[in-house]
């Protein structure tokens, strides 16, 4: 049993104390005074305090690291599937340029190379479709002033 495990059983035990010291022997201690005279007759002297908030705080963080783990917002992250999924969704082609160097670096996947190629020729054309659309129109006012 650790010296960890001992503090949760006691925590777990007597729900009202907050800390405890415990010494290399795996005794627990209310008060560090008490657990430090008791390690002077040990060959390993420490002491190690343990605080009840602490390990909920550090349950608490390891609960979140485990859910942060398991819900990834990495949009390479999942299979080539899921992945050419997410890249339908991305609007810039620097974005995409971005993305598809990191897959190379990476996992370097034909699928999801693939699926970020034509997310950004589908871009492309989108954007000279919308330029076509914009433009000013002049060819169609050409001088054709004979009045003179």
């Given amino acids: 049993m650790t010296n960890k495990e001992v503090a949760n059983h006691v925590f777990a035990r007597n729900p009202k104390i907050d800390k ?3 010494t290399s022997d795996k005794q627990a201690f209310l008060e560090e005074h008490q657990a430090e005279g008791h390690a002077q007759r040990l060959k390993d002297q420490k002491v190690e305090p ?3 908030n602490a390990e909920e705080a550090e349950e608490k963080l390891k609960s979140k690291v485990k859910k942060l783990k398991t819900k990834s917002t990495d949009i390479l992250d999942g299979n080539v599937s899921e992945v050419a999924d997410k890249v339908k969704t991305i609007g810039t082609v620097e974005e995409l340029n971005t993305l598809a160097e990191r897959e190379k670096a990476g996992d370097d996947r034909k699928g999801v190379k693939e699926a970020i190629d034509k997310r950004i020729a589908e ?5 000279n ?6 433009g000013t129109g002049d060819d169609n006012n050409e001088n054709n002033d004979n009045t003179k």
Avoid at 123 to 127: G, I, K, P, Y
Avoid at 129 to 134: A, K, L, R, S, W
Wanted: charged share 30%.
């Fill in 123 to 127: 871009l492309s054309e989108d954007n």
């Fill in 129 to 134: 479709n919308d330029q076509g659309e914009t």
């Fill in 50 to 52: 343990f605080s009840k």
């Fill in 20 to 22: 405890v010291y415990v």
